[in-house]
């Protein structure tokens, strides 16, 4: 069956624009994650989703980032007022649902560079 | 939270030789706890998992045992082979993962 995907793949932006990552999770999968991956570095929690609703957004660095995901299925995170320390690997996983023992499968991430 | 602590790299080995990766972990209750792998231009796999102490995981010759007295679980193979070069993350979870820095792999033929 279909992997999570990710849109776009790769995104160039300029310093101060507005961005959004699309992720299309695994279908019947409930619960959905956003990490961000800078170079050379691991996977850093960003948000979670059980459903609708965000059960868990601590990792979000500051107010410029947001994630929505209004049906349960697809999200989306956005980014106002990019810097250059937003570029990063945005990856995203959805698990069937949560709890430690369900495997995260991963996209294969959007790489976001801040000119 | 969780974190975790992983050996440093890059482990650079020859064919066939054994290999091991250090992973410690702090956690409150009881993580399952994962080794993801990110193969060169590929996105992260999972590699093997250990959902309860004492439990072994193992795949395509890798193996790891959560160790709750020691909090760790190390990755072994007992003879690596140039397809496995990549980058290695040990990773904690209760609701979400908990990377590690990640472990480069180079192995030489």
């Known amino acids: 069956g279909a992997g999570v995907s990710q849109t776009p793949s790769n995104k160039v932006t300029e310093k101060g624009k507005y961005v959004e990552l699309r992720c299309d999770p695994i279908?019947?999968?409930?619960?959905l994650y956003w990490y961000r991956q800078s170079l050379g570095q691991g996977p850093e929690f960003l948000i979670y989703?059980?459903?609708?609703?965000?059960?868990?957004d601590s990792g979000l660095p500051n107010d410029r980032f947001f994630a929505v995901r209004p049906e349960g299925s697809v999200s989306t995170l956005k980014i106002q007022r990019t810097e250059r320390g937003d570029s990063a690997v945005y990856l995203c996983?959805?698990?069937?649902?949560?709890?430690?023992?369900?495997?995260?499968?991963f996209g294969p991430g959007t790489r976001l560079t801040v000119t | 939270g969780n974190s975790v602590t992983q050996m440093e790299g890059p482990v650079t080995l020859s064919e066939e030789a054994f290999l091991t990766i250090n992973c410690t972990y702090t956690a409150t209750g009881y993580p399952s706890l994962f080794w993801y792998v990110q193969y060169p231009g590929e996105g992260l796999q999972l590699l093997l998992k250990a959902t309860k102490a004492d439990d072994k995981g193992s795949n395509k010759g890798f193996e790891a045992t959560y160790r709750k007295e020691t909090t760790s679980f190390h990755l072994e193979k007992g003879s690596v082979q140039v397809s496995d070069s990549a980058v290695y993350f040990c990773?904690?979870?209760?609701?979400?993962?908990?990377f590690g820095a990640g472990t480069i792999l180079r192995v030489k033929s």
């Open positions: 996983a959805s698990s069937l649902t949560r709890g430690p023992s369900y495997e995260q499968y």
């Open positions: 279908s019947g999968h409930t619960a």
């Open positions: 989703f059980q459903g609708t609703g965000a059960a868990d």
């Open positions: 990773a904690p979870r209760g609701n979400k993962l908990v």
